[in-house]
């Protein structure tokens, strides 16, 4: 038996073991995600057993470095490890920005001290963070953000404010860009800064949403002292960092497009589609582009572990994946009719398939907008010309 | 596997490439052929040349002088056929044909000259308009020591030029397929030119006698070689087509970045860079898709069925697509003979209606996944 094959069934074998049964299902929206952090709020005794287990082997993050708390798989072993679990139908053991953007970012630009100190409590799920990007005036046009950061000698000093921090009310943490140079082009004045939510000075406030969901917040900086120490890089290059990260939560959003369990949209909505020639004719064609975007999906993963992935890919990935995520919830809306359309009631579980039709609208604005990333894709991929 | 052509598989893809964008290029070959009004559309030189490069053998088991490779493989060649729209045999003949005689007896009557690029098989499938290979009518009599048999087909393409064909038939104990000689008694073949200059044909038998051991298989066991062959053309169709969209895309964000209007370059115009880049997006998709199925196919993934009919359902639509927008931003210099994008939007037709088309291969995903 080679050492791939040997791994794969040991992997198995402890996969069988250790994951609960009700954590092989597929997660039911955001709200039943295990998002860990200071104070941690699981779902179920199950889900909080399974994110431990899996953290203890490192596998929430198994392709990170041991020392950091990952698993340190490699490419081939990290890839098992994902079959083997989309084989049972296990779930993610934890949601997390810290896994998905973060971590990615201080693994390539963080100094020791910081990789040591922040990446393993991520891969244990003990800090919840949020991301300050977004201002009111700098969406889509980010790089005009103002948030203001001096430097007063001993600490940051930071005033400003932030729109679109995702659960900013739930999280320990943020990693924030920061204005420290407001002479300097706007790309060139911009850093990368680390902060506990809890320091004085900050306050946020929910967004609400059309959904009737506020995963959004609005956050308010009044002059927060944050330590020298946790600004990541260097000094009014925080733009680097962003954009790397950037990369990885549009990898991300773009993963979480099709719920991620497979299954054929058409064959869930069989019944509803028997005496609908052609609503049934449109979820085939959806499940034909789904199956394709997965196969994609499984292609740019591979390539991005063997290095081989353009750095303007996941512009493609994202765009691609939430413009499809919206087409699933409208076919699912039409074929649910007036059953989908009941806002409170139980046997709508609360108006979840509207709620949730309603929050992928976000999908193709959130981290950068559908036309943000063709643009993306036209200027580095296909080299077009610039205005 | 990895979803991405290993360094042996890329090898064959430059090899592929650049012999395609040379010896099988639009002018050199498509043009030609088409204005010399070839009854072939097709030039048997170039065919032998496939020959002697391997490409005839990449499905052709090692023990009977192929390559034994794999699905895989041969939509690497087809992807660079459909690039450079290159006139040959090689999907049906050196695909389908070869899949049909994988393993029978046949294959030593008939796999030597296809090695070497001589012979040309056709596939004889379809009988009406539409790809049905459900509702095959023609009839296989018990006749002497084989069968007579009677009945029509269409779009047999090569058929003009085939020297033997795989048709399918229904007999007493069900579905079979047989080799049939051109020249057989009672078959008449008659030469139809396409929209994209190649040649299909339409066959009569009137019954056509064959000896048992034209028998490709088992008597009334055709469904499944029918099968396996349908599958191995539809994801090479699938290739192919990805081929066609990338080869228009290709000349047409050129032209993007050469094209002056109301004094800039045309691709400087968001309009035309966002559409751009959709396409971009559904050629990787519909790109990753054919290499599935490719794959499953190859491993005998189980999901193997549903994904070529993904595969090419989705290669269909967007190279429908690639040939739409590749036209339209060409604008009238696009309409014109004498430019080449237009040359993608008629073969982009014809492989989409060849092995079903995106609606029929929609519809079959929707069956196979129970709805």
């Known amino acids: 038996m080679t050492d791939l094959e040997t791994f794969r069934t040991e992997t198995r074998a402890w996969l069988e073991t250790n994951c609960p049964a009700e954590m092989r299902a597929p997660v039911r929206g955001e709200s039943d995600m295990c998002w860990g952090g200071r104070n941690p709020a699981f779902q179920s005794e199950a889900q909080k057993l399974w994110m431990e287990r899996m953290a203890e082997r490192g596998w929430t993050v198994p392709d990170w470095p041991r020392d950091y708390g990952g698993g340190g798989l490699s490419a081939a072993e990290t890839k098992i490890l994902r079959q083997e679990m989309a084989r049972i139908g296990a779930r993610n053991p934890l949601m997390s920005f810290g896994i998905s953007m973060l971590g990615p970012a201080l693994l390539k630009y963080g100094s020791e001290e910081q990789k040591k100190r922040f990446l393993p409590e991520i891969a244990r799920g003990e800090i919840r963070w949020c991301q300050g990007y977004s201002e009111p005036n700098a969406g889509s046009d980010l790089a005009s953000l103002q948030t203001k950061c001096e430097d007063k000698g001993d600490h940051w000093l930071v005033n400003g404010q932030k729109v679109w921090t995702s659960y900013a009310d739930k999280a320990d943490w943020i990693f924030c860009l920061v204005r420290t140079d407001s002479q300097a082009p706007k790309h060139q004045g911009i850093s990368f800064l680390l902060f506990d939510m809890a320091s004085p000075g900050v306050s946020t406030r929910p967004i609400l949403l059309i959904s009737g969901y506020s995963p959004f917040c609005e956050t308010f900086f009044d002059d927060v002292k944050v330590p020298k120490d946790q600004l990541v890089g260097e000094v009014n290059k925080g733009w680097d960092v962003a954009k790397y990260l950037l990369g990885h939560e549009r990898e991300m959003i773009s993963g979480m497009g099709l719920g991620g369990n497979g299954e054929s949209l058409g064959a869930a909505l069989a019944e509803r589609l028997s005496d609908d020639p052609l609503l049934r004719a449109e979820v085939a064609r959806f499940d034909v582009d789904a199956m394709a975007f997965r196969a994609m999906s499984e292609r740019f993963i591979d390539q991005l572990k063997a290095g081989q992935a353009h750095p303007a890919q996941p512009s493609m990935m994202k765009y691609a994946g939430t413009e499809l995520n919206k087409a699933r919830h409208e076919l699912v809306m039409a074929a649910g009719g007036a059953d989908a359309l009941e806002w409170e009631s139980e046997r709508s579980k609360g108006g979840k398939a509207a709620r949730e039709w309603l929050r992928t609208k976000a999908n193709s604005i959130e981290g950068g907008t559908s036309e943000i990333q063709l643009g993306i894709i036209a200027k580095h991929i296909l080299r077009l010309p610039g205005t | ?371």
């Open chain 2, 1 to 371: 596997m990895p979803l991405y052509l290993t360094d042996d598989q890329a090898m064959l893809r430059d090899t592929a490439r650049s012999f395609m964008a040379g010896e099988g290029a639009i002018a050199s070959q498509y043009r030609k052929f088409r204005d010399m009004n070839c009854k072939d559309g097709f030039g048997h030189a170039l065919w032998r040349h496939f020959g002697e490069m391997g490409f005839t053998g990449i499905l052709v088991d090692e023990a009977d002088g192929g390559l034994g490779l794999g699905h895989v493989e041969a939509g690497i060649v087809l992807e660079e056929i459909g690039r450079n729209l290159t006139p040959s045999p090689f999907l049906i003949t050196a695909v389908t044909v070869v899949e049909a005689l994988r393993g029978t007896p046949l294959r030593e009557r008939w796999l030597p000259g296809i090695l070497a690029g001589e012979t040309v098989g056709a596939l004889a499938v379809d009988e009406g308009a539409r790809h049905r290979p459900e509702a095959i009518a023609m009839q296989a009599e018990r006749s002497g020591n084989g069968f007579a048999l009677s009945g029509r087909k269409q779009f047999v393409v090569q058929g003009a030029s085939a020297d033997f064909f795989v048709v399918a038939a229904q007999a007493a104990e069900g579905l079979t397929l047989f080799a049939v000689e051109k020249g057989a008694n009672g078959l008449d073949v008659e030469g139809v030119r396409l929209a994209d200059a190649s040649i299909g044909a339409r066959l009569e038998f009137e019954r056509v006698e064959v000896d048992a051991d034209a028998v490709i298989g088992e008597v009334g066991q055709g469904e499944a070689i029918l099968s396996r062959v349908l599958n191995a053309g539809r994801a090479g169709a699938a290739s192919e087509m990805v081929g066609v969209a990338s080869g228009a895309m290709d000349m047409t964000v050129d032209y993007l970045r050469q094209r002056k209007q109301f004094g800039k370059l045309i691709g400087e115009f968001q309009t035309l860079q966002h559409r751009a880049a959709h396409l971009y997006a559904e050629l990787e998709i519909a790109r990753a898709a054919a290499l599935k199925a490719q794959q499953l196919l190859d491993e005998g993934g189980s999901e193997a069925e549903a994904m070529v009919s993904v595969a090419n359902a989705k290669a269909g639509r967007v190279s429908t697509l690639a040939v739409q927008e590749g036209v339209q931003m060409h604008g009238g210099i696009g309409m014109t003979d004498e430019h080449d994008i237009g040359l993608y939007m008629k073969r982009d037709r014809v492989l989409n209606a060849l092995f079903g088309d995106a609606y029929y291969h929609a519809d079959r995903l929707a069956r196979l996944k129970g709805y």
